[in-house]
Protein backbone atom coordinates (compact mmCIF):
# COMPACT_ATOMS: atom_id res chain seq x y z
CA UNK A 1 0.00 0.00 0.00
CA UNK A 2 0.83 3.37 -0.67
CA UNK A 3 1.44 5.82 1.85
CA UNK A 4 -0.55 9.36 2.29
CA UNK A 5 1.81 11.11 4.35
CA UNK A 6 5.17 11.36 6.33
CA UNK A 7 5.69 11.28 9.65
CA UNK A 8 7.78 14.07 11.30
CA UNK A 9 10.31 13.74 13.66
CA UNK A 10 8.44 16.12 15.86
CA UNK A 11 5.55 13.34 16.14
CA UNK A 12 6.99 9.76 16.04
CA UNK A 13 10.86 10.00 15.44
CA UNK A 14 11.24 5.93 14.92
CA UNK A 15 8.36 6.05 12.15
CA UNK A 16 9.50 5.83 8.94
CA UNK A 17 6.62 7.04 5.60
CA UNK A 18 3.57 5.07 5.94
CA UNK A 19 4.05 2.96 9.08
CA UNK A 20 1.60 4.82 11.36
CA UNK A 21 -0.87 3.91 8.70
CA UNK A 22 -0.09 0.60 8.81
CA UNK A 23 -0.07 0.25 12.08
CA UNK A 24 -3.56 2.03 12.29
CA UNK A 25 -5.25 -0.11 9.73
CA UNK A 26 -3.73 -3.65 11.51
CA UNK A 27 -5.44 -2.33 14.51
CA UNK A 28 -8.62 -1.51 12.77
CA UNK A 29 -8.64 -5.02 10.85
CA UNK A 30 -8.04 -6.86 13.79
CA UNK A 31 -11.23 -4.69 15.52
CA UNK A 32 -13.21 -5.90 12.96
CA UNK A 33 -12.23 -9.51 12.94
CA UNK A 34 -13.09 -9.53 16.51
CA UNK A 35 -9.06 -10.69 17.22
CA UNK A 36 -6.88 -8.75 19.44
CA UNK A 37 -4.30 -6.34 17.69
CA UNK A 38 -0.95 -6.44 17.85
CA UNK A 39 0.81 -5.30 21.17
CA UNK A 40 3.78 -3.86 18.58
CA UNK A 41 1.04 -1.83 16.98
CA UNK A 42 -0.80 -0.77 20.07
CA UNK A 43 2.07 0.66 21.68
CA UNK A 44 3.47 2.26 19.01
CA UNK A 45 0.44 4.15 18.76
CA UNK A 46 -0.01 4.67 22.06
CA UNK A 47 3.47 6.00 22.10
CA UNK A 48 2.53 8.84 18.68
CA UNK A 49 -0.78 10.17 20.80
CA UNK A 50 1.52 10.66 23.92
CA UNK A 51 3.86 12.56 21.55
CA UNK A 52 0.67 14.18 19.85
CA UNK A 53 -1.15 15.24 22.15
CA UNK A 54 2.31 17.23 23.54
CA UNK A 55 1.20 19.75 21.50
CA UNK A 56 -2.33 20.36 22.76
CA UNK A 57 -3.99 22.26 25.57
CA UNK A 58 -7.61 22.63 26.54
CA UNK A 59 -8.97 26.49 26.21
CA UNK A 60 -12.10 28.04 26.75
CA UNK A 61 -14.00 28.35 23.25
CA UNK A 62 -17.39 29.86 23.13
CA UNK A 63 -19.49 28.92 26.01
CA UNK A 64 -17.43 25.46 27.12
CA UNK A 65 -14.07 24.10 26.00
CA UNK A 66 -12.32 22.73 23.26
CA UNK A 67 -8.90 21.02 22.44
CA UNK A 68 -5.97 23.11 20.32
CA UNK A 69 -2.66 22.52 19.46
CA UNK A 70 -0.22 24.92 20.18
CA UNK A 71 1.82 24.33 17.31
CA UNK A 72 0.19 26.52 14.70
CA UNK A 73 3.53 26.42 12.19
CA UNK A 74 3.76 22.84 11.17
CA UNK A 75 0.16 22.33 9.57
CA UNK A 76 1.75 18.48 8.65
CA UNK A 77 1.85 17.49 11.94
CA UNK A 78 -1.15 19.38 12.73
CA UNK A 79 -3.04 16.78 10.62
CA UNK A 80 -1.18 14.03 11.18
CA UNK A 81 -1.97 14.49 15.35
CA UNK A 82 -5.68 14.85 14.47
CA UNK A 83 -5.25 11.30 12.62
CA UNK A 84 -3.37 10.29 15.43
CA UNK A 85 -6.06 11.60 18.07
CA UNK A 86 -9.48 10.24 15.64
CA UNK A 87 -8.32 6.69 15.60
CA UNK A 88 -7.46 6.71 19.78
CA UNK A 89 -11.21 8.29 20.09
CA UNK A 90 -12.58 5.52 17.49
CA UNK A 91 -11.04 2.79 19.46
CA UNK A 92 -12.13 4.09 22.87
CA UNK A 93 -15.90 4.59 21.56
CA UNK A 94 -18.95 2.59 21.22
CA UNK A 95 -18.64 2.97 17.63
CA UNK A 96 -15.62 0.33 17.55
CA UNK A 97 -17.81 -2.67 17.40
CA UNK A 98 -19.38 -1.39 14.38
CA UNK A 99 -15.91 -1.63 12.31
CA UNK A 100 -16.15 -3.62 9.61
CA UNK A 101 -13.63 -5.00 6.77
CA UNK A 102 -15.03 -5.49 3.55
CA UNK A 103 -16.00 -8.53 2.17
CA UNK A 104 -15.37 -7.86 -1.35
CA UNK A 105 -12.33 -10.65 -2.66
CA UNK A 106 -9.94 -7.87 -3.65
CA UNK A 107 -10.79 -4.97 -1.46
CA UNK A 108 -9.35 -4.80 2.34
CA UNK A 109 -11.50 -1.04 3.08
CA UNK A 110 -12.51 -0.77 6.47
CA UNK A 111 -15.56 1.30 7.44
CA UNK A 112 -18.33 1.80 9.91
CA UNK A 113 -21.59 -0.18 9.51
CA UNK A 114 -23.92 2.30 10.46
CA UNK A 115 -27.08 0.13 8.42
CA UNK A 116 -29.88 -0.14 10.19
CA UNK A 117 -29.47 -4.29 11.04
CA UNK A 118 -25.44 -3.41 11.47
CA UNK A 119 -24.66 -6.71 8.59
CA UNK A 120 -23.44 -4.76 5.88
CA UNK A 121 -20.47 -6.26 4.42
CA UNK A 122 -19.09 -3.83 1.60
CA UNK A 123 -17.72 -0.75 1.84
CA UNK A 124 -19.89 -0.43 -1.59
CA UNK A 125 -22.59 -2.00 -3.19
CA UNK A 126 -21.95 -0.63 -6.57
CA UNK A 127 -18.52 -1.83 -6.33
CA UNK A 128 -17.16 -4.38 -4.20
CA UNK A 129 -21.40 -5.41 -3.65
CA UNK A 130 -21.76 -5.82 -7.36
CA UNK A 131 -18.59 -8.34 -8.30
CA UNK A 132 -19.31 -10.22 -5.24
CA UNK A 133 -22.99 -11.64 -6.42
CA UNK A 134 -21.41 -11.00 -10.19
CA UNK A 135 -19.06 -14.20 -9.32
CA UNK A 136 -21.48 -15.70 -7.20
CA UNK A 137 -24.43 -15.84 -9.96
CA UNK A 138 -21.77 -16.68 -12.96
CA UNK A 139 -20.20 -19.23 -10.20
CA UNK A 140 -23.85 -20.75 -9.91
CA UNK A 141 -24.93 -20.59 -13.52
CA UNK A 142 -21.56 -22.55 -14.49
CA UNK A 143 -22.46 -24.96 -11.78
CA UNK A 144 -26.14 -25.63 -13.31
CA UNK A 145 -24.10 -26.57 -16.68
CA UNK A 146 -22.30 -29.12 -15.77
Known sequence: MTSLYVIHSTC??????????ERI?????????????PLKDMLALN???????AHAVVLPLGEGFSWVWQDKKNM?????????????LLLTSDDTKLVRQC??????WLFIDNSRSSNRRWREMKTCGNR???????RRKMGRRS
Open 47 to 53: AVFRAAN
Open 12 to 21: APNFGEGQLR
Open 76 to 88: TDRLLWEIIRSAM
Open 132 to 138: HKAREFY
Open 103 to 108: AGDDCD
Open 25 to 37: FRIFSATATTSNP
